[in-house]
Every structure is written in C-alpha cells, then in structure tokens.
C-alpha cells in the first residue's frame, strides 16, 4: 500500500511543533498547578507523542492492522497501570505530604 | 511444515530467519535456565515474591531471571512471526472465517505473548537490578512495596496460563470435528471466544493475589472479572458438545484425548470458578484445591490436548502411522492415572493441606498414597506412547497423506510434506471443515 | 520476482505489496512489545509518584533540567533526520540518505555523551541508590526510590539508544532499498517517544518553588 508522503517541509513543521511544545512543557513545570501538573506534563507529552507517531512513523497512512496493534500497546499499558494503581492507592498509607498547594 | 503457515496454505512463516533465531534464543535461554538448577539452583519458588527474592535470598535469582528473560523473548519472536504470517500470507480465498480453529488458538495465543511477556521480563530484570544495586523498589524496610512485584508478575502470569491452554483448544477443535464428521458447531463463537479468551484473560491477574494484602475493593472487581473469563471457556466447551450430537463418531486415539480434554478441563474451569469468589478462595489459597484446579486444567485439558495433537498430526509429521492399539491403551492409562492422582487433591486442598509445605498430618495420609499411586500409573501412560512414538519412525507402515480423511489444507501435502509444503499455491474455496459432501 | 530497485523479493513472500506490508506489521507487533517492556516501569513509578508526591519533586528537582531539555530537543531532531533520510532513501536518493542517516546517529551520540555526563554527575554528588546514597531526611527512602527508577529507566533507554545506532549504522551500509530503512525508523522514532515521556517524569514532577 502506498504511504501518504511526508514533504521535507512538513517534517520541518512537525519539528518545530516538537521542540515548541517541549518549551513549553518544561516552562510549564514551573509554575504551581497542583495536582493538575501531572495530568498537564503528561497531556503535552501525549501530544508530542501522537505527533511523532502519526506523522513521523507514518501511523496516519498506515493498514487498520497495524494501528490496532499500536493501540493494543498503549490500551494493555493503560489497564496495566489502572489495575495496579488502583490497589496501590487504596492500600498505601496517605502520604501527608504534597506539593505546594496540593490537595489529595 | 510450520503448524501456522501449512494449515494457512503458506510455504513459510512470514520471518523465516526470525523462526530461527527464535529458536537459538529458545536453547539459550534454556541453557542458561538449567545452568541455574546445576551451579545451585533457586529457591525463591517460581513465583519469585519479593522482597525474598529481591533482597534476602542466597540462591541464583539473577541466572534463573535471566534464563526466563531469554527464554520470553524466544516466545515474543516467533509470537510476532505468527501473527505477521496470518495476516499477510494466507493462501488465496482463505479469508479469517476459513482459517482452521487451531490456527485462530494459535493467532489468540500469539496476541496474549506479544502483550503479556514483556511484562514479566522487565519485571525480572528489576528484581535483578535489586539484587545487584540494592534500590529497595520492592523491599518495605527501605520504603517499597512487595505488592508491586505482584501486581507486576501476575499482570503476565496469569494471561500466560491462556498461553498454555489455548493452544490444546485448537488442537480439540480440529480433532473433535474430524471423528465426528462434522464441521465445529459456532465456527464463529468459537474463532471469537479465542480471541475473547486472550484479551479478557488481561483483567483478571489479582486473582492471585486475594490473600495478599490487596485492597478489598480492587479484589472484588478482580473476582467479577474472573468469573467473566470463564464464559468464553464454557462457549466453546457448549459447542464442542454440539458438534458431537448427531456427528458420526469414531474413537481412535486423538479422539479419546480430546473427549478427555473437554470432560477434564470442564472440572478444572469449575473449580477455577469456585477459586474465584473470594470468600472460597481465602480458606482453599495455597492448599491443594488450587493445585488440583490448575492440573485439571494443564494435564486433564492441555497435556491430553498435546498428546491428541501428537497422535493426530503424527503420520502427516512423520510419514509413519503409530499402532493404534497400544495408543488406546495409553490414552487410558492416562485419564485413569489423572484422574487418580488429582482428584484426591480436590479434597485434600478442601480439608486443609498446605500446598508447598515439606509433611502433612497424619489425617491426610491414605489421600495423598492414592495421589502417589496415581501418579505412578499416569508415569506408565507417560512412558507407552514414548516408546512406541520412537519404535514408528523407523518400524511402522507409511502413512498416507490424509489417513484420517480430514478436510484442512495440511492433508493435501504428502506425508511428510515436501520443503515448501505446497508444490503450488492452494486456492481455497472451500468453507471449514466441509465434511459433509460438497453440492 | 523483484522490486523497484531490481533486488529480488524474499522468500516466502509472492510481492513486494505482501513483503512490505509484513515487515512493518511486524515491527508494529515488536513496538507494541516494547510499550509492554517499559510500561512496567512507568507503572512502578506511578505507584511511587501517587504515593510519595514532595519527595518525588524533591528528587526530580535535583535534576538538570537544561540538560534534560538540551537532551529531548536533540533526540527530537534526530527523529526529524531520521525521517528525512526514509523519504529520500524513498526517491532513490541513496547518498543523500546515508547523509541524514550519519546526521541521525550523531545526534543519537550526541544525547548518550550528554547522559554519561548526568551519570557521572549523579554519581559525584552520591545520588546513585545504593549503600552510598546521601540523601538525608524523611524524604531519603523515596528519594531513593525515585533515583532508582530514574537510573533503570534512563538506563534501558540508554541501552535502546544503543541498540538504535547500530541499526542506523547497518541500515547505512547496506542501502539497497528503502525497506529496511523505513523499519529502522519505526524504531528510531519509538525509542524517541519513550524519552518525550521519560522527560517530564523524571525531570519535570515539579520546579516551582
């Protein structure tokens, strides 16, 4: 199957979109979210990870097959990381400490 | 002759060179696991709970980790050669609902491999990283969580007993509907409950871990979805049953093990159920109960399954028919050897014993004699077929191509097949198991 | 049987179609493994994080975060490169692919020299876990913790890297067609994606005052 191409300054565009949302990942670790800095850090990681996947590796142009299994990563991750949280939190001893400003 | 890509119509799985090197990491991984048990061996249990293994044990945790971490990623590759070669490398007009079941078990155990092993590699691996920097990521007395570990391992663990079964269904599939005469009731539901089987197996590991310290909560969601896994187990057990109604049944040896296999791993599927609810589980967790549930299930269901399986494709493998007699005289010395030494364990595990402990009371004795003496009889069903399976390859009568009369696309290969299985690519136009007639 | 590029087809494959599209399949199949592998220790980590939220900060603030920034900007650039150097392995254009192939590995060499650098000033200042570490107070265990999710974490990357400019440079010399190069991506692009996440977790937990 043919793949949708990537022009030279398409993935220029694609840089730059990378690099600005890393200023502004690390910019935004400065400032006190509280317990939103976790969920923000990670949604512009998730950004810049999507970005990369669908562009770079082509994920946009690529076979149903193939974007299934990339998800099944990331789902079995995410159920990996729900189920044993899930008890964690329930069983760990509340920690009294928190960031600045934080509430659990 | 590969047990995906022949069946698939393929000349070959989609990685050859992968195959192979899946098998080199295979005998490495397998060298350096028994290098483990020769050097001094490991004495943390195969389920390495820290922080014993992680930090107090004086055994060989980091060979016997490496060994096991070797020896997954042999499963990952050819897992990823399976899954590549069903995708792409079908034979013309072999759609996905024509796919022989076995291959679909094959496909689904595939899936859970891919998913499931690199947990537990990078699990290990941390537990050796403990052991030689001393992090204390699973160790409480600096500030880690044993349940961690578990969480972690079991996240594998318990998908992989999918791994081990899954296979032996496939074979059932194949060997029920060839000496009934009948194509599989549900072809659907049963290619569907596969692969149900495979994903749900995923939300079920803390099962294991009732009695751990776990959260109650968390243990009750685990315990719903425990019971949720065993329906598509049941489906395919109801379709099984289905497909022998009204069939025409004959019983030689492949097909007395798969009748074995679906009474037997019905069993140990209920007991698995009754594991499940955790009120039961917190008295019957580590006794013989649970024992006799999983070997109902891995000897009553899946060696059966493997010796239905050896019986079956051995002439296609070898060009050699093994004597059907003595193979039938195996087949139940076996399921009365089983039978003999397990289902003593329902009720010892029942009435208290320990699992893992070195003596019992007295009170269990006549029990666990009856075990012993089954398990001496089922030795004897062991030994027959290896000797007469190793006397066929060079004394019995050549095989046919298709001694069974079979339909799938391997029995139209001679036996054995020739290097490429096919001379030319097969076209299929047929359904699944068209026994009947073709109109 | 053969392909654009007049190499023949590899057995078993009937095409070139059937080739391609089981090679990246299976690629595909491997990443989804990889998640898998270092999804573990994300899951570690998160169960330390949710538990122990200030002594994470405080470790994670020990970190240099323009070093860790330098770090993710590069790798990010060498997946552009690397991008680049498929789409002209892609036209044909082998040498000017093997340019941006060599551009990719040095920028992939680039980020190991500058993480041997952090190593080795972790382990001056005695934050490598073990009998040394010399984090004091009641936020020491969990300092520890982190340190050492930090180091294995950071460390498997480190080892991928590794692994990622061999392949860079075995892609490089055998340049016959874009089928391998294209893999090598896949992979070169992942192990990036792992470190965009790696960044703000272990560098960025919290730098407000």
């Known amino acids: 199957m043919t793949v949708r191409e990537l022009s030279g300054r398409g993935a220029a565009t694609i840089l730059a979109a990378l690099l600005a949302l890393t200023a502004l990942t690390t910019a935004v ?3 006190d979210l509280g317990r939103f800095a976790a969920a923000v850090a990670i949604a512009i990681a998730t950004a810049k990870a999507l970005l990369v996947a669908f562009y770079f590796m082509e994920l946009r142009a690529s076979s149903r097959v193939v974007r299934v299994y990339a998800a099944a990563g990331i789902l079995f991750l995410a159920l990996l990381l729900l189920g044993t949280l899930d008890d964690s939190v329930r069983r760990l001893p509340a920690s009294d400490e928190t960031p600045a400003g934080a509430s659990r | 002759m590969s047990s995906i890509a022949s069946p698939s119509g393929s000349i070959d799985v ?9 098998w080199y990491v295979f005998v490495v991984g397998g060298v350096l696991t028994f290098a483990t048990l020769v050097i001094g061996g490991v004495d943390t249990g195969w389920t ?12 060989h945790v ?9 020896v997954g990623f042999s499963s990952i590759l050819t897992a990823i050669n399976f899954i590549a070669t069903v995708h792409t490398m079908r034979a013309p007009g072999l759609t996905w609902m024509r796919l022989p079941l076995f291959v679909w078990s094959l496909y689904a155990t595939s899936l859970i491999i891919v998913l499931g092993t690199p947990v537990i590699a990078i699990t290990l691996a941390l537990v050796a990283a403990e052991r030689l920097f001393r992090f204390g990521i699973f160790n409480p007395a600096l500030g880690g969580d044993p349940l961690l570990f578990q969480h972690l391992f079991w996240f594998y663990s318990h998908p992989a007993v999918y791994v081990m079964i899954l296979p032996g269904m496939g074979v059932v599939s194949e060997v029920i509907s060839c000496f009934s005469r009948k194509r599989v009731f549900g072809y659907r539901m049963v290619a569907f409950s596969s692969l149900a089987i495979a994903l749900l ?6 099962h294991h871990m009732f009695v751990s310290g776990m959260s109650a909560f968390s243990g009750m969601i685990f315990s719903l979805l425990s019971f949720l896994v065993a329906i598509p187990s049941a489906i395919k057990v109801f379709n099984w049953t289905a497909t022998l109604h009204r069939g025409s049944i004959s019983f030689q040896t492949p097909m007395l093990y798969a009748l074995g296999f679906i009474g037997l791993f019905t069993i140990g599927g209920l007991t698995g159920l009754f594991l499940a609810a955790m009120a039961v589980d917190v008295h019957v967790h580590d006794t013989y109960f649970v024992i006799a549930h999983f070997h109902y299930i891995m000897v009553g269901g899946m060696v059966m399954g493997y010796l239905g399986g050896i019986h079956y494709w051995w002439p296609k493998m070898t060009g050699r028919m093994y ?11 076996v399921f009365i050897g089983f039978n003999l030494t397990f289902f003593p364990q329902f009720v010892l595990g029942y009435l208290g014993m320990p699992r893992r402990y070195h003596a019992y009371p007295p009170e269990f004795q006549v029990l666990n004699v009856l075990s012993s003496a089954g398990a001496s009889i089922l030795a004897v069903g062991y030994l027959i077929p290896m000797v007469y399976l190793l006397w066929s390859l060079r004394y019995a009568p050549r095989a046919s191509s298709n001694p069974w009369g079979a339909v799938g696309l391997e029995w139209h290969t001679p036996s054995p097949p020739p290097p490429h299985n096919f001379a030319k690519t097969p076209v299929v136009s047929d359904e699944t198991f068209s026994y009947a007639p073709s109109t | 049987m053969s392909d654009a590029a ?47 939220p200030a002594a994470f900060a405080e470790a994670s603030r020990r970190l240099d975060v323009l070093l860790g920034a330098l770090n993710t900007s590069v790798l990010l650039t060498s997946s552009f490169t690397m991008a680049t150097a498929v789409r002209l392995a892609r036209e044909g254009s082998g040498r000017r692919a ?17 993480k041997g650098f952090e190593y080795a000033e972790k382990f001056r200042e005695r934050l490598v876990p073990g009998a040394s570490f010399g984090v004091e107070g009641p936020h020491a265990p969990a300092e520890r913790i982190f340190f050492s999710f930090y180091f294995v974490m950071t460390g498997l990357h480190a080892l991928h890297m590794l692994v990622g400019l061999g392949v860079v440079a075995a892609v490089a010399r055998r340049l016959r067609d874009d089928g391998p190069v294209e893999l090598a991506g896949l992979y070169w692009h992942f192990v990036d994606v792992v470190w965009i996440y790696l960044f703000p977790l272990l560098y960025l937990v919290s730098r407000h005052a």
């Open chain 2, 201 to 206: 197996g995923f939300l079920v590991w803390g």
């Open chain 2, 48 to 59: 390495f709970y820290t922080p014993y293994s992680s930090t107090y044990a004086n055994s």
């Open chain 3, 98 to 114: 093997r340019a941006w192939l060599a551009l990719t590995a040095a920028l992939g060499a680039a980020f190991l020299a500058v």
């Open chain 3, 6 to 52: 007049g190499s023949p087809v590899a057995e078993p494959f009937e095409d070139l179609e059937q080739e391609r599209a089981a090679r990246r399949l299976g690629m595909w199949v491997f990443l989804a493994t990889e998640v898998l592998f270092f999804g573990g220790l994300f899951t570690g980590y998160a169960v330390y994080r949710a538990g122990h």
């Open chain 2, 14 to 22: 989609a990685f050859p060179r992968l195959n192979l090197a899946s």
């Open chain 1, 29 to 31: 670790a400065y400032a």
């Open chain 2, 62 to 70: 980091i060979t016997a980790a490496a060994g096991i971490f070797v």
């Open chain 2, 323 to 333: 004597p059907e007699s003595w193979a039938r005289l195996a087949a139940l010395i």
